[in-house]
């Protein structure tokens, strides 16, 4: 059974920092990229940042010069860094890990962690 832990949420000032972990355990194979996603009150779930197998990078447009996505291959643990937190970060943020073998592709989901910003 596969499982994400996710921790490092929480309130935080606008300006402020807060890093994200998101770690793997259980029987996952072929993990082909480690991502987070977010969630805002009444808004769809979107992709914040993805970290592919290789090293390679991708970010929303909304996170570019903020946040840094990071991974840890020995530990299957993925960090989220986020600086400069504005208010419209606010969101239940989601840790995402992909397994990509030749017959299949699978999705995994952290439970979700709260980050809230003030203003």
């Known amino acids: 059974q596969v499982q994400l832990v996710e921790s490092g949420g929480g309130l935080v000032q606008a300006g402020g920092s807060l890093r994200l972990s998101c770690a793997a355990s259980g029987s996952i194979r072929s993990i082909s990229a480690m991502g987070w996603y977010r969630q805002a009150p009444g808004k769809q779930r979107e992709l914040v940042a993805v970290i592919k197998s290789g090293g390679t990078t991708n970010y929303a447009d909304s996170a570019k010069g903020r946040f840094t996505i990071s991974r840890d291959n020995t530990k299957n643990t993925v960090y989220l860094q986020m600086n400069s937190l504005k208010p419209e970060d606010t969101a239940v943020y989601y840790c995402?890990?992909?397994?990509?073998?030749?017959?299949?592709?699978?999705?995994?989901w952290g439970q979700g962690t709260q980050v809230t910003v003030s203003s």
């Open positions: 995402n890990v992909r397994s990509t073998t030749w017959f299949a592709i699978n999705d995994y």
